[in-house]
T-cell receptor, first 111, second 113 residues
Framework: KNQVEQSPQSLIILEGKNCTLQCNYTVSPFSNLRWYKQDTGRGPVSLTIMTFSENTKSNGRYTATLDADTKQSSLHITASQLSDSASYICVVSDSWGKLQFGAGTQVVVTP | DGGITQSPKYLFRKEGQNVTLSCEQNLNHDAMYWYRQDPGQGLRLIYYSQIVNDFQKGDIAEGYSVSREKKESFPLTVTSAQKNPTAFYLC????????????FGQGTRLTVV
């Protein structure tokens, strides 16, 4: 069973609207959680990285939250742009540095 | 691109052939990794290397081999023993262990014909 589950699997939003992606994990012991953006046919690019003590972190229009107690994270995209169309991947690292990858949420922003 | 270069971008292989995917980084990172990405699945670790002349198997190492003769280079060979090699392959590097930030290359799409 995958230790990192993302939802929804895909979503379509109108340009200018907001959306929220979810990530639930069971990785233990927890070290950090990262969100990556992956454009089609390209490598993932880091958006945020959060440790146990961090509840929220922003990177421009991207805001990630972390609840280490419930083992949940979210990525909020504000005022979406066409360039936000991509797959968003949640990655959780355990204390030994092993990374567990979610399957990603495919976001499509339409005009 | 984070200073990691993968080549080629697209690769076609006949069944029974070995092929080698290149990964070069100029970030002076000690650790390098190879992942495989299949549709609808998360990235899976094939091999990783934390230092020159040393590497470890990941979760799906069967049918693959690597070498780490230089700090900046970590080539991956997909052998004929890999029964389902068609996939998108990603190379990554980090300063140290995987707890630190990982930077990815642009990937190589391998197709068996």
């Amino acid at each position: 069973k995958n230790q990192v589950e993302q939802s929804p699997q895909s979503l379509i939003i109108l340009e200018g609207k907001n959306c929220t992606l979810q990530c639930n994990y069971t990785v233990s012991p927890f070290s950090n959680l990262r969100w990556y953006k992956q454009d089609t046919g390209r490598g993932p690019v880091s958006l945020t990285i959060m440790t146990f003590s961090e509840n929220t972190k922003s990177n421009g229009r991207y805001t990630a939250t972390l609840d280490a107690d419930t083992k949940q994270s979210s990525l909020h995209i504000t005022a979406s742009q066409l360039s936000d169309s991509a797959s968003y991947i949640c990655v959780v690292s355990d204390s030994w540095g092993k990374l567990q990858f979610g399957a990603g949420t495919q976001v499509v922003v339409t005009p | 691109d984070g200073g990691i270069t993968q080549s080629p971008k697209y690769l076609f292989r006949k069944e029974g052939q070995n092929v080698t995917l290149s990964c070069e980084q100029n970030l002076n990172h000690d650790a390098m990794y190879w992942y495989r990405q299949d549709p609808g699945q998360g990235l899976r670790l094939i091999y990783y290397s934390q230092i020159v002349n040393d590497f470890q198997k990941g979760d799906i190492a069967e049918g693959y081999s690597v070498s780490r003769e230089k700090k900046e280079s970590f080539p991956l060979t997909v052998t004929s023993a890999q029964k389902n090699p068609t996939a998108f392959y990603l190379c990554a590097s980090s300063i140290g262990p995987a707890n630190t930030e990982a930077f990815f290359g642009q990937g190589t799409r391998l197709t068996v014909v």
